[in-house]
């Protein structure tokens, strides 16, 4: 089954030879050595690179394993390589792999390591270098500070739900259903029934990305980490901080855990590519709230499988999809705060916040998003499009809903989109 994944494949052909490497970062297990073995490869060759031109390295593997010291690395690449007038692209799979060897020209110094080796080969100017990898020694956040600007970041995330159909096809409507169940995790696709794919999901949280993060961070209280790792699932789209969750352990008995420590946990899982922060943006006053936030899940299969599938509300679900598909489509993206006058219990006029689910700036270009899963009535209607009165702008605003088929604008310019039209549609914004 073919996944296309066009954006990442046009993001690494426009990094081409640039003399930087290429450092292939996301979550765990969402593709990023088949884009690399696989798509990217596929395409050199179409384009005329010859199979000995492509040096591919799997540190991962046996027959690979020597490579693993990067002086041996470097060595084997460079006989190959140097003097020579093709061009060669390195493809260097589980860079974390790596070892640390000894200088054997200062025993006492520092070890050499990947990076020595890869930015040593980054000199030859006949070759261009790609790596991937992560596991719980090193993330591939981490490999990308390694390189210390001196790399080109290609950021991957699971399958959007337009590569996802790209794969599967049939009807969009039962498509999408078992996309905002399921993921978009790639593997989801070859699982044969709905058990295994439960399975599959279930067990990259308890064999991989916990483990990874308890391992690397040296986690003491793993107990609490799964339990802040429960809450954001539950609360996906809901505005928290780590007081607050700090307030909620405490009622579950769990004692001792400090605010500074749930926001180092907090950080831990940002870190390992599972959620994104979502800061609150004031629109009028131009400048951002420290708290409280929001935070998503960067796939929704893995947050339904580790609350056991329950809690199917459709509009958080619909909320962290929009955010998802917005940040694939590399915007910067904001929950916005506006501000309207109310009248309280005793009379006073008040300045009350009201919130705009989504900001997104690309550039100089800003627009707002809200998300509706339905606006059955004028009351409804007026509640979700309030806020966009209230920037007093003229900034594109666009709601998306999922209770409605063709798109539409309504008579104060605000595009209604259907939710999958609105993921289909990369020209919308």
Same mark, same amino acid.
């Given at each position: 089954?073919?996944i296309?994944?066009?954006r990442y494949?046009q993001?690494? +052909?426009?990094? $081409?030879?640039?003399?930087?490497?290429?450092?292939i970062?996301?979550?765990r $297990?969402?593709g990023?050595?088949?884009?690399?073995k696989?798509?990217y490869?596929?395409?050199l060759?179409?384009e005329?690179?010859?199979?000995?031109?492509?040096?591919?390295? #799997?540190?991962?593997?046996a027959?690979?394993?020597?490579?693993?010291?990067p002086?041996?690395?470097?060595?084997?690449?460079?006989?190959i390589?140097?003097?020579?007038?093709e061009?060669?692209?390195?493809?260097v799979?589980?860079?974390?792999?790596?070892?640390k060897v000894?200088?054997p020209?200062?025993?006492?110094?520092?070890? +050499?390591?990947?990076?020595?080796?890869?930015?040593?080969?980054?000199?030859l100017?006949?070759l261009?270098?790609?790596?991937?990898?992560?596991n719980?020694?090193?993330?591939?956040s981490?490999?990308?500070?390694?390189?210390?600007?001196?790399?080109d970041?290609?950021?991957?995330?699971p399958?959007?739900?337009?590569?996802?159909?790209?794969? &599967?096809?049939?009807?969009?409507? #039962?498509?999408?259903?078992?996309y905002?169940?399921?993921?978009?995790?790639?593997l989801i696709?070859?699982?044969?029934?709905?058990a295994?794919?439960?399975n599959?999901?279930?067990s990259?949280f308890? #064999?991989?990305?916990i483990?990874?993060?308890?391992?690397?961070?040296?986690?003491?209280?793993?107990?609490? @980490?799964?339990q +802040?790792?429960?809450?954001?699932?539950?609360? +996906?789209?809901? @505005?928290?901080n780590?007081?607050?969750?700090?307030?909620?352990?405490?009622?579950?008995?769990t004692?001792?855990?400090?605010?500074?420590t749930?926001?180092?946990?907090?950080?831990?899982?940002?870190?390992?590519?599972?959620? *994104?922060?979502?800061?609150?943006?004031?629109?009028?006053?131009?400048?951002y709230f420290?708290s409280?936030?929001?935070y998503?899940?960067?796939?929704?299969?893995?947050?339904?499988?580790?609350?056991?599938?329950?809690?199917?509300e459709?509009?958080?679900?619909m909320?962290?999809i929009?955010?998802?598909?917005l940040?694939?489509?590399?915007?910067?993206?904001d929950?916005g705060v506006?501000y309207?006058?109310? &009248?309280? #219990?005793?009379g006073n006029?008040?300045r009350?916040?009201?919130?705009?689910?989504?900001v &997104?700036?690309?550039?100089?270009?800003?627009?707002?998003?809200?998300?509706?899963?339905?606006?059955p009535?004028?009351?409804?209607?007026?509640?979700e499009l309030?806020?966009?009165?209230?920037?007093?702008?003229?900034?594109?605003?666009?709601?998306?809903?999922?209770?409605i088929?063709?798109?539409?604008?309504?008579?104060?310019g605000i595009?209604?989109? *259907?939710?999958?039209?609105?993921?289909?549609?990369k020209?919308v914004?």
């Amino acid at each position: 089954m073919d996944i296309k994944r066009d954006r990442y494949l046009q993001e690494l +052909i426009s990094y $081409r030879f640039d003399g930087l490497v290429k450092v292939i970062t996301g979550i765990r $297990r969402c593709g990023k050595s088949y884009l690399l073995k696989n798509i990217y490869r596929k395409y050199l060759l179409e384009e005329g690179v010859k199979e000995e031109q492509i040096i591919s390295i #799997e540190l991962d593997l046996a027959r690979d394993i020597k490579y693993r010291n990067p002086l041996e690395l470097s060595s084997y690449v460079r006989n190959i390589v140097e003097g020579k007038r093709e061009e060669y692209y390195l493809f260097v799979d589980e860079i974390q792999m790596s070892d640390k060897v000894a200088n054997p020209y200062n025993k006492d110094g520092e070890k +050499i390591t990947f990076y020595d080796a890869l930015n040593d080969l980054r000199s030859l100017s006949n070759l261009d270098v790609y790596v991937t990898g992560s596991n719980s020694k090193m993330l591939s956040s981490d490999i990308l500070t390694e390189f210390r600007g001196r790399s080109d970041e290609i950021r991957v995330h699971p399958l959007s739900f337009s590569e996802y159909y790209s794969a &599967v096809g049939g009807d969009k409507s #039962e498509a999408f259903d078992e996309y905002a169940f399921y993921g978009g995790m790639p593997l989801i696709l070859s699982r044969p029934n709905d058990a295994a794919k439960m399975n599959y999901l279930k067990s990259l949280f308890t #064999e991989v990305y916990i483990k990874d993060i308890v391992e690397r961070k040296h986690i003491e209280r793993q107990d609490v @980490l799964e339990q +802040i790792l429960d809450l954001l699932c539950s609360s +996906i789209g809901s @505005l928290t901080n780590p007081a607050k969750i700090a307030d909620t352990l405490q009622s579950k008995q769990t004692k001792g855990v400090s605010s500074n420590t749930i926001r180092a946990y907090i950080r831990h899982l940002e870190d390992a590519f599972l959620f *994104s922060e979502s800061k609150r943006y004031d629109v009028k006053g131009k400048s951002y709230f420290d708290s409280p936030n929001k935070y998503y899940c960067e796939d929704l299969g893995l947050r339904n499988a580790r609350i056991g599938f329950r809690q199917q509300e459709m509009t958080h679900i619909m909320e962290n999809i929009i955010y998802n598909e917005l940040v694939n489509r590399q915007f910067s993206v904001d929950v916005g705060v506006v501000y309207a006058r109310t &009248v309280n #219990e005793k009379g006073n006029s008040v300045r009350t916040p009201r919130e705009i689910d989504f900001v &997104v700036n690309s550039g100089g270009k800003k627009t707002y998003v809200q998300s509706a899963y339905a606006m059955p009535s004028e009351d409804k209607a007026e509640a979700e499009l309030r806020p966009f009165a209230l920037t007093g702008d003229s900034f594109p605003k666009i709601v998306v809903r999922k209770d409605i088929g063709k798109r539409w604008y309504d008579d104060k310019g605000i595009l209604n989109i *259907s939710l999958i039209d609105f993921l289909l549609d990369k020209t919308v914004i």
